[in-house]
Nanobody, 121 residues
Framework: QVQLVESGGGLVQAGGSLSVSCAVSGSIVRVNAMGWYRQAPGKQRELVAA???????NYADSVKGRFTISRDNAKNTVYLQMNLLKPEDTAVYYCNANLRSSSFTRPRDYWGQGAQVTVSS
């Protein structure tokens, strides 16, 4: 069984920094793209940043220059470093991994449990 376990997040003042990480465990054949999404109260879940297995990245315009996504393929872990945080970054941050759990199944998306990030003004 595949699990995505998130850690990090918390409360910080505007202009501060936080990080979140997400470790994938269980039956894994291959992890493809990994990413971070966020959902603020009353809003739809949105992509924050994504990274391919080869290390190519893309970011939402709202976080470019402030957030950095990275991954450790040996540890099946993805990270998100968040700097210069703004109150509008407040949300639950979810990690996502597209992976194949066996040689007999197609890759599909898995989700972490979510980590709260709160930025006070």
């Amino acid at each position: 069984q595949v699990q995505l376990v998130e850690s990090g997040g918390g409360l910080v003042q505007a202009g501060g920094s936080l990080s979140v990480s997400c470790a994938v465990s269980g039956s894994i054949v291959r992890v493809n793209a990994m990413g971070w999404y966020r959902q603020a109260p009353g809003k739809q879940r949105e992509l924050v940043a994504a990274i391919t297995s080869g290390g190519s990245t893309n970011y939402a315009d709202s976080v470019k220059g402030r957030f950095t996504i990275s991954r450790d393929n040996a540890k099946n872990t993805v990270y998100l470093q968040m700097n210069l945080l703004k109150p509008e970054d407040t949300a639950v941050y979810y990690c996502n991994a597209n992976l194949r759990s066996s040689s007999f199944t197609r890759p599909r998306d898995y989700w972490g449990q979510g980590a709260q990030v709160t930025v006070s003004s």
